[in-house]
């Protein structure tokens, strides 16, 4: 089963404690959601893999360390997944970025595809799949299930809240699949939105609302 990791670090908890408010508006909604990534991705960045490398410093000879895993990429699920993209590239600046378009049906709940473009050598990359909410796990479920039928094999997925019934339908569907999650919340209510959540984050990054 793939690990599960909430986010303990105080400046995630405090962070996403700002971007629940209601008050927030989008300009520094924006903000924190990239600031809230670049921590997370951090801490789910800790167990990559190193190498010894011999370099030479100014003063002497040295084995160093380096990454030596697989490449990285990063795939946000559009479009609140976006949100999370500059904050990831600020800790690994050289991942390629992959696009997944997936938006729920209001009525049905159901993922909606409409868009795909992933690097060539995504299926030799340890992919990050980003996205802001993780509620009934219809969206990032699908999500995965193209990367796998486009070869991707090295996955994780992070989020910044989630609710228990995502992460079960996760580890159900995608049990190889580590979690990163910033925040777990209690429940979904019968629109299916996280409880207590922070809204609808495609529309509060973006101001659509
Ligand atoms: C939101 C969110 C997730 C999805 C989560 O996207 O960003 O992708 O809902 O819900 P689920 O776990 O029940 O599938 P939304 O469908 O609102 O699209 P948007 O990002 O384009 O606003
Ligand atoms: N999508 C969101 O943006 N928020 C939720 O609470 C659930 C799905």
Same mark, same amino acid.
């Given at each position: 089963m793939g690990k599960v990791q909430v986010m303990e670090h105080p400046l995630i908890q405090h962070k996403i404690t700002c971007i629940r408010r209601? !008050?927030? =508006?989008s300009k520094e909604f924006r903000a924190i959601v990239g600031e809230i990534a670049s921590l997370m991705c951090y801490e789910a960045t800790r167990n990559l893999k190193l190498g010894d490398v011999k370099i030479k410093t100014p003063i002497c000879e040295m084995i160093g360390k380096e990454l030596c895993g697989k490449k990285l990429a990063v795939v946000p699920i559009l479009r609140a997944g976006l949100g999370m993209v500059d904050g990831m590239l600020s800790i690994i600046p050289t991942a390629k970025v992959g696009h997944i378009g997936l938006y729920r049906? &209001? !009525?049905?709940f159901k993922p909606v595809e409409y868009y795909c473009k992933l690097p060539a050598d995504c299926g030799e990359r340890e992919v990050f799949v980003v996205d802001p909410m993780l509620a009934t796990g219809g969206s990032s479920v699908a999500a995965i299930q193209l990367l796998k039928e486009k070869g991707v094999k090295n996955i994780r997925f992070m989020c910044i809240i989630a609710a228990p019934e995502g992460v079960e339908y996760m580890q159900k569907e995608h049990p190889d699949v580590d979690l990163y999650i910033g925040a777990l919340d209690e429940c979904l209510d019968e629109?299916?939105?996280?409880? &207590? =959540?922070? =809204?609808d984050a495609g529309d509060r990054i973006f101001g659509t609302k």
């Open positions: 209601e !008050e927030l =508006g049906d &209001p !009525e049905t629109h299916k939105y996280i409880v &207590p =959540g922070l =809204g």
